[in-house]
């Protein structure tokens, strides 16, 4: 399957790609800096913003499917739905059809709900204040995508870390499972790459963690 990945650099985008071309995927990395990854077999490199609609047009033709690991920033509550805006419109172009994306728990108030009382009051006071931009700019980008005619999954996990995966992840419709506070990279990516392949999520949010 030829699939184009945004946020290809950074510590979620590298486990993609990597994990997408070890599956055999023909891949395009989307990056602004494109020194930033080496292209190889299979692995090809499209340099540009992805402010830019015509680079992300450009990237997008002859696709099969999109996963975006884009992440958002402190202090830019605009970057993720202008980009998601970029991409659903080459999508829309190129007749692209699947769309996977990472999300973050908490973007929806539901999925918190299992979580003990004293932690939900920790991330909605981090939510409410350091960490307002950020996830005001997931919930705008995530209305952006539920709102398209893509065939969406939007993926929500906890906290990220970089372990080596463990092949054990839980999953939940509607919250993260109980606990779930962490869950590594490598078990998110790979979590992502299996939806190329289903549609069980399809237009679902699916909660993941350890």
Do not use: Y
């Amino acid at each position: 399957m030829k699939v184009l990945i945004f946020g290809a650099s950074g510590r979620t985008g590298r486990e993609l790609v990597r994990q997408a071309l070890a599956a055999g995927h023909e891949v395009t990395a989307f990056v602004r800096n494109p020194a930033a990854l080496a292209a190889t077999e299979h692995l090809r490199i499209a340099a540009g913003d992805v402010h830019d609609p015509a680079a992300v047009n450009i990237a997008m033709s002859e696709q099969d499917a999109v996963l975006s690991a884009l992440g958002g920033t402190i202090s830019d509550e605009n970057l993720l739905p202008r980009s998601m805006e970029r991409i659903l419109a080459a999508m829309k172009r190129h007749a692209v059809r699947r769309l996977i994306v990472l999300g973050a728990a908490g973007s929806v108030e539901s999925t918190l709900s299992r979580l003990p009382p004293l932690m939900r009051l920790a991330f909605r006071v981090f939510m409410g204040t350091l960490l307002r931009k950020p996830f005001k700019a997931q919930r705008e980008m995530q209305q952006l995508i539920r709102a398209s005619g893509t065939e969406w999954t939007i993926v929500q996990p906890p906290r990220l870390i970089n372990k080596p995966a463990t092949g054990k992840i839980r999953v939940d419709a509607d919250a993260l499972p109980e606990k779930g506070l962490r869950i590594a990279r490598a078990d998110l990516a790979a979590f992502m790459l299996a939806q190329l392949q289903s549609t069980e999520w399809v237009h679902r949010q699916p909660c993941i963690s350890w």
